[in-house]
């Protein structure tokens, strides 16, 4: 079992900047791929970004490219997103979740636990 806390979120004007985390406890962090989600209000939830066990690859979805970067502390147990140059358009909850294998996820239903969501709101 993996239990992951969010952290984070929060209210931000367009142009902004926000770094989550993501805090795991369970078994085998450091061998698990890592990702972050996010769902707007009346929209599926939403691949985002994604970083494998040890680093050296990561994902984006294409509107985040160049504004937000994934990135892990293995030593600490600990996955972040750093996000800048915030929109209106990023408003959502995000969510940070883990997969069973070290190759990075770009689907919702390719994660295999969750956290309970933090949320996001980019004021225009």
């Known amino acids: 079992q993996v239990q992951l806390v969010e952290s984070g979120g929060g209210l931000v004007q367009a142009g902004g900047s926000l770094r989550l985390s993501c805090a795991a406890s369970g078994r085998a962090f450091s061998s698990r791929a890592m990702g972050w989600l996010r769902q707007a209000p009346g929209k599926e939830r939403e691949f985002v970004a994604a970083i494998t066990w040890n680093g050296g690859r990561t994902v984006y979805i294409d509107s985040v490219k160049g504004r937000f970067t994934i990135s892990r502390d293995n030593a600490k147990n600990t996955v972040y997103l750093q996000m800048n140059s915030l929109k209106p358009e990023d408003t959502a909850v995000y969510y940070c979740?883990?997969?069973?294998?070290?190759?990075?996820?770009?689907?919702?239903?390719?994660?295999?636990?969750w956290g309970q969501g933090t949320q996001v709101t980019v004021s225009s």
């Open positions: 979740a883990a997969r069973n294998t070290p190759a990075e996820g770009v689907r919702a239903d390719e994660y295999n636990y």
